[in-house]
């Protein structure tokens, strides 16, 4: 079956850093998205990687290791609004996004 | 980056009605389009997946006499929940996929929907 994992809610100080985990198994693979969702809106694309390795976005990078199928989202100086879930969703054979029900992140000042 | 739109936003209806929710990709072309219903604090629910010109593809449950949808050119889907009961009150987002860059699939604000 599909599977994603993400620890359900994880808890900063602004200023820091955090890195939230994702482990997925899918029936195929074609790339992995992380999406953030503050609540009562849609998901926004933060970053998507399809090859192994670490891609970086201003404060947001994004690794991803295809054999252990885990792939990892960085946040650094952590801003009050950075407050949100984080969605770690891979793209499977049909090219169909796999939701989990996302990591929770609060953070504290 | 990209911008899809919804409308409307939110949607008071009573029971028995209909809604139709529109879906626009304002600055590309989108070959697919993708309905998603949302429950507080649950995952995204993937609903359906429409293809500009064909019939959608509903996920299994889903009844597609019930949630109509439309994806009549490449930047419009609409979506209608016909005969709305309260259980059908949710989160109900749309997500369009670039033509050109496939890899980018961007999704609109979403659209609150509450049956009474």
């Known amino acids: 079956g599909q599977n994603i994992d993400q620890p359900t809610e994880m808890t900063a100080t602004e200023g820091a850093i955090v890195q939230i985990n994702c482990t997925y198994q899918t029936s195929g693979f074609n790339g992995l998205f992380w999406y953030q969702q503050h609540a009562g809106e849609a998901p926004t694309f933060l970053s998507y990687?399809?090859l192994d390795g670490l891609e970086e976005k201003g404060r947001f990078s994004s690794f991803l290791s295809r054999s252990k199928g885990y792939s990892y989202l960085l946040l650094k100086e952590l801003q009050m609004k950075d407050s949100a879930s984080y969605l770690c969703?891979?793209?499977?054979?049909?090219?169909?996004?796999?939701w989990g029900a996302g990591t929770k992140l609060i953070i504290k000042p | 980056g990209a911008v899809v739109s919804q409308h409307p936003s939110w949607v008071i209806c009573k029971s028995g009605t209909s809604v139709k929710i529109e879906c626009r990709s304002l600055?590309?072309?989108?070959?697919?389009m993708f309905w998603y219903r949302q429950f507080p604090k649950q995952s995204l629910m993937l609903m359906a997946t429409?293809?500009?010109?064909?019939?959608?593809?509903?996920e299994q449950g889903v009844e597609k006499d019930k949630f109509l949808i439309n994806h009549a050119s490449l930047t419009l889907s609409t979506l209608t929940v016909t005969s709305a009961h309260p259980e059908d009150s949710s989160f109900y987002i749309c997500s369009a996929r670039n033509r050109d860059r496939t890899y980018e699939q961007y999704f609109g604000p979403g659209t609150r929907l509450t049956v009474t």
């Open positions: 429409s293809n500009e010109g064909s019939k959608a593809t509903y």
């Open positions: 990687n399809v």
């Open positions: 600055d590309f072309q989108a070959t697919t």
């Open positions: 969703a891979p793209w499977d054979s049909n090219y169909q996004l796999i």
